[in-house]
């Protein structure tokens, strides 16, 4: 209790020494007049324009993208939790297949991911899509 008191003490004498400090000197403002320009539109997402709106096929590759960047992330942490449950919890047969079951279908889940963006690749590049 004297510690909080040292402190409140040591707080309010060092904030008013400061603020005198602060009183001494006169403040200034200053006041100018800018113009801008208001647009109807709303400004645009992902460093567009506005008034720029997204088709649905770049929101779906947008979104496509961010499955594709976040996929090894989630993989890594469902190999983490199923290595736990697998190894932590050996006594219990259930624990174990719990766990090779998050290990298995991560795994597989990714392969297909993979599969999947190749086979949209492919069929982009046959077709002619963008960048190709």
Known sequence: MKKFFLF?????SFSLVFAQL??????????????ATISVC????????????FSILEIIQRIWNFILYIAPFVLTLEIIVGGFWFLLITFKPDARDIGWRYIK????????????SGVFTLIRFIL???GF
């Open 42 to 53: 709303p400004p645009g997402i992902f460093g567009r324009e506005a008034c720029e709106f």
């Open 22 to 35: 602060e009183i001494k000197e006169p403040g200034k403002v200053v006041v100018t007049w800018t113009e």
């Open 105 to 116: 279908e991560a795994v597989v889940g990714y392969f297909v991911l993979l599969i999947i």
């Open 128 to 130: 002619g899509g963008p």
């Open 8 to 12: 409140l003490i040591l707080f309010l």
